[in-house]
Every structure is written in C-alpha cells, then in structure tokens.
Nanobody, 120 residues
Framework: QVQLVESGGGLVQAGGSLRLSCAAR????????MGWYRQAPGKQRELVAT???????NYADSVKGRFTISRDNARNTVYLQMNSLKPEDAAVHYC??????????????WGQGTLVTVSS
C-alpha cells in the first residue's frame, strides 16, 4: 500500500512564503508524475503544478513565476515552494503521485490535503 504524507500548510500573510512537502511511503517500484492540486471553498479542484518523471514542469497561469515544484527522488518527496502568496491562493492543497508498485500495478495516490490560509 502506498500512502502520501503532506506537511507545510499554515497561515501566512499576503506576500509571504510557504513550502509544502509530500512524501510517498510504501512499496514503490517507481514514481512517475507528481503534482499538486488545490480546492478553495465553493470552488472546483484545480491544477496547481505538475512534474513529470522527465522533470518537465507545468503550472497554472495563476501561479507561474511565484510557485516552484520540485522533487527529491531519494526521499520519494515532492515539494511546492509558494512565494508571493495572495489571498486567492488560500485553499486545501492536495498532492498526488503516479506510481508503479512492486506487483506492476499503476496507481494515482492522493495526499490527505493541507490547508493554506493567506491573510490580507
């Protein structure tokens, strides 16, 4: 079984920074794409950033130039560095990881979500 453990959310003033972490635990043969989505109250879940196994990144237009996604393969961890935060960035942020298990099963696993609150 593969689980994701998220951390790093919290309350920050507008213009501040946070770094979210998402560690994959379990029997993992290989990790493919990793990424982050977010969902604000009353809104649909939206893509924030993705990182392919080939290190190609993709960002929502609203976060380009402010957020950076990265990974530590040795730790099976994906990070989201968020700078110049705005009140509209406030949401529950969810990470995901696409993995292949030791049995050859391909899975998309989701984290439990971490809350980011930005005060104006």
């Amino acid at each position: 079984q593969v689980q994701l453990v998220e951390s790093g959310g919290g309350l920050v003033q507008a213009g501040g920074s946070l770094r979210l972490s998402c560690a994959a635990r379990g029997i993992i043969s290989s990790i493919h794409a990793m990424g982050w989505y977010r969902q604000a109250p009353g809104k649909q879940r939206e893509l924030v950033a993705t990182l392919s196994s080939g290190s190609r990144t993709n960002y929502a237009d609203s976060v380009k130039g402010r957020f950076t996604i990265s990974r530590d393969n040795a730790r099976n961890t994906v990070y989201l560095q968020m700078n110049s935060l705005k009140p509209e960035d406030a949401a529950v942020h969810y990470c995901y990881v696409d993995v292949s298990t030791s049995t050859g099963t391909f899975l998309r696993v989701w984290g439990q979500g971490t809350l980011v609150t930005v005060s104006s």
